[in-house]
């Protein structure tokens, strides 16, 4: 009886990732034709929030279709009018979409390639992201460090996934140490992120899990010692809050 129980919710579980997915690309598809559009007539501000909509319709979503929950932790350390260079983990899509509703507006950094998807590219193209090639490290880190400090001089913060791929649940990669540079280039802070959302949305899978996707924003940190130290330091804070979010579960929302 268990058994067939469980069968049971794991069909449930499969049928709603699939609708997730499906819906989630059918939106996708008409947001960004309607975006690109729109967007002669919009200035910056109103392009992100316009492109954003699409990220709260994949939110709501993931909560009422698949009974995914998010939980943010340390709000009080958002920017308030500084732009700021973030970096996060990266386990699946899911924080591609959701740091642009908590930090906004904001230029992502992106391997190029992103932008060749149709529709899906086009809205990101008008999110002004900074894409590089990551086949040509050297090249890619000073696209990274001139953009950047333009972006950021723009009042825009950078967002930086260092490990540069996704990772499973329970796993951080080593950093590239691109986005402690960018900070230590420009006198800027960081803006340390650390979630679970590989648990509930894992990397290149359909399935969406039912869970609750816990996100923490820790205190911003300065460049006191070089860009080094602060990439081991940033690295650091994220690889120890990210594993105990796994082992240790947080249960104060913030």
Sequence with gaps: MQTAIKTNADWTIWLRSLAFVVLYNLLGIGHSLVSVLAAPWQTREQRHRFVNHWTRATMWLL?????IEIEVIGREHLPQGE????IANHQSEWETFYLHLLVSPQATVIKRELLWIPFFGWGLALLDPI???????????????????????????????PEGTRQPPGRVGRFNPGGAQLACWTG?????IAHNAGDCWPARSLLRRPGRIRLVIGPPMTCESGAEALNAQVEQWIRETALGLMAHPLDSPG
Excluded: C, F, T
């Design 83 to 86: 732009p700021m260079v973030v």
């Design 188 to 192: 800027r802070r960081v803006l340390p």
């Design 63 to 67: 909560r009422h279709l698949n009974g």
């Design 131 to 161: 894409a590089i090639d990551r086949k040509k490290p050297v090249q890619a880190l000073k696209r990274l460090l001139r953009e950047g400090q333009r972006r950021l001089a723009e009042g825009m913060s950078v967002v930086i996934y």
